[in-house]
């Protein structure tokens, strides 16, 4: 007597029908919408299309429709991986892991940079550095990681793919020189440094050694940032004549008391603050300045508070920036940038990482940010440092325009204290 075919289970619990073998020619089972395995979690997937494979005879195999869909690309990633390519760095395949190390363990590492790399997949924290062992200590008590004193043993050491540096403004560049000389992708902090000839001696080592050198300019790693960036380059603004930007934040607690902040020649509402719409406008436009005049406010203090400049690009266009640190404690944080052309207009706000062309006919076009993710990306450097360092993604602050912006600043700082005009020789164009 023929054994009867295995009953196709009832996947919502339910008793179990027995039937005979369907004919070959029948449709294969349809999962209702609803019982689709796609739509099911990830960890019943493969038990459904266990059972669903158990229940059907050879002759009748399953629908491609009726499978979970593989992700776009999977089968070119796993196909260049076999073939030798150098892998793509995704969290599913695994293949590359990206080492950093934190030199500097002031607050913004501990606040910024180390959560970042321990929450990105693909990162790992191998090293630290700081001249300060009481710094240094907790973080390897915490973290389990070598801790260095001197940035050139970290680097000698081999431990380290890239570095985040993250030490006060005037000591940038000596530790990012020796990395990049050593082979060490850089992410150095904002500014880049104090000195605009120390920024450029940065560019030009990290194209000799054929490191890359990277900014971290937090407002510049958004989708927003991007969108204004097309919007100016590729001229849907027409030509760009006119940019005026403001930045508002509350200052006056740092700059009286962290050294950082406070040191005559270092620290101040330019270099701290300032640096941030300098940064934007060079990676925006692609040009620097190539004329400068600026007033600036001590408020009684050591370093300025108070910033205002005018300036003319190299490609022609004017534009006024200004910076305040005096804003009272409660009131929110403005960083703007407003950018006109001949036949447009365009808004970003580095702070909530919106952008808004505004067009001729009325009509605007606003970009606002991924809600699964933070607007004022703090992390958002290091992971993208990650990205650039395994050969996936762009550099979004890269040295040359971090290096205008410094000249920049430098040239504003100049201005206030001679009162005229500052021209900067050559000015850059990206």
């Known amino acids: 007597m023929r054994r009867p075919h295995r009953a196709a289970p009832d996947l919502d619990g339910g008793p179990r029908a027995r039937r005979t073998a369907r004919p070959a020619h029948r449709r294969p089972l349809r999962l209702p919408l609803h ?5 099911d979690t990830a960890g019943r997937v493969r038990h459904v299309r266990r059972r669903l494979r158990l229940a059907r005879p050879a002759t009748s195999p399953l629908h491609r429709r009726d499978l979970p869909r593989r992700r776009p690309g999977a089968a070119r990633r796993r196909a260049r991986f076999r073939a030798g390519a150098r892998p793509v760095r995704t969290v599913a395949a695994g293949f ?57 043993e970290l680097y000698a050491s081999g431990l380290v793919d890239g570095v985040v540096i993250a030490t006060p403004h005037a000591t940038h560049h000596a530790p990012a020189k020796a990395a ?62 006119c940019v005026n930007g403001d930045f508002s934040s509350v200052m006056m607690n740092l700059l009286t008391g962290t050294p950082t902040y406070a040191a005559p020649g270092a620290g101040g509402q330019g270099h701290s603050q300032l640096t941030h719409l300098a940064g934007a406008l060079t990676r925006v ?6 004329q400068v005049f600026a007033y600036m406010d001590h408020r009684s203090l050591p370093v300025d508070v108070v910033d205002a400049l005018t300036f003319r690009l190299a490609g022609g266009a004017v534009g006024s920036l200004t910076a305040t640190g005096t804003v009272p404690e409660g009131l929110p944080t403005r960083q703007r940038l ?93």
């Open 35 to 39: 019982r689709h395995p796609a739509r």
């Open 96 to 152: 590359v892991t990206v080492r950093l190390g934190v030199i500097g363990l002031g607050w913004w590492a501990r606040f910024a940079h180390l959560p970042a790399i321990a929450a990105a997949p693909g990162l790992r924290l191998t090293a630290v550095c700081d001249a300060d062992p009481g710094r240094a200590d907790p973080v390897r008590a915490d973290l389990g990681v070598p801790v260095f004193t001197d940035p050139a």
């Open 180 to 241: 990049l000389e050593s082979g060490v992708h850089v992410l150095v902090e904002k500014p880049m440094t104090t000195s605009a000839a120390e920024a450029w001696d940065l560019v030009a080592t990290a194209e000799r050694t054929g490191t890359h050198l990277s900014v971290g300019y937090t407002g510049q790693y958004s989708a927003a940032a991007a969108r204004v960036r097309q919007a100016v380059r590729e001229g849907e603004i027409g030509e760009l004549v």
């Open 285 to 290: 436009t692609g040009q620097g300045a190539e």
């Open 338 to 430: 407003r950018l006109y052309g001949t036949s447009g207009m365009v808004e970003h706000d580095l702070q909530y990482g919106t952008a808004t062309v505004h067009r001729p006919d009325g009509t605007r076009v606003r970009l606002s940010p991924d809600p699964s993710r933070p607007a004022w990306g703090k992390h958002a450097p290091v992971e993208a440092f990650g990205e650039l360092i395994a050969g996936r993604g762009p550099n979004h602050a890269p040295g040359d325009e971090a290096a205008a912006a410094v000249d920049l600043v430098e040239a504003a700082y100049r201005s206030a204290r001679t009162g005229l005009p500052v021209t900067i020789t050559p000015a850059f164009r990206g």
